[in-house]
């Protein structure tokens, strides 16, 4: 992966909150909403997209009677969460390079 093709799952903040978050298990859509400090139609216009993409899985799920979203990372999710890290690491290798 290069920073020329960085996955459009990456290259908002509100995604990347959302990705990163769910790395350490599912979260429901009012966790997401406190961790991304974003407005529940932002987030989810965000969820959606990121679920098209193939990066998050969605559950729609009732709790109580009450109707609850549950996003969980995917593993395709997981596998280019990696390779992005792995890119930003070599960015940072690459930059020590140049560095005086």
Do not use: H, W
């Not at 974003?38 to 969605?58: C, E, F």
């Not at 109707?67 to 792995?86: A, L, S, W």
């Amino acid at each position: 992966m290069e920073i020329n093709a960085i996955p459009e799952a990456f290259q908002t903040k509100i995604r990347l909150a959302i990705l990163s978050s769910l790395l350490t298990g599912k979260k429901n859509f009012r966790e997401l909403k406190v961790i991304t400090s974003a407005t529940d139609g932002n987030l989810g216009a965000q969820i959606k997209k990121l679920n098209g993409l193939g990066y998050v899985m969605v559950e729609k799920v009732f709790i109580n009677n009450k109707p609850q979203t549950i996003c969980t990372i995917t593993e395709y999710g997981r596998i280019q969460f990696k390779e992005y890290v792995e890119m930003l690491e070599n960015l940072l290798k690459q930059s020590k390079e140049f560095l005086p």
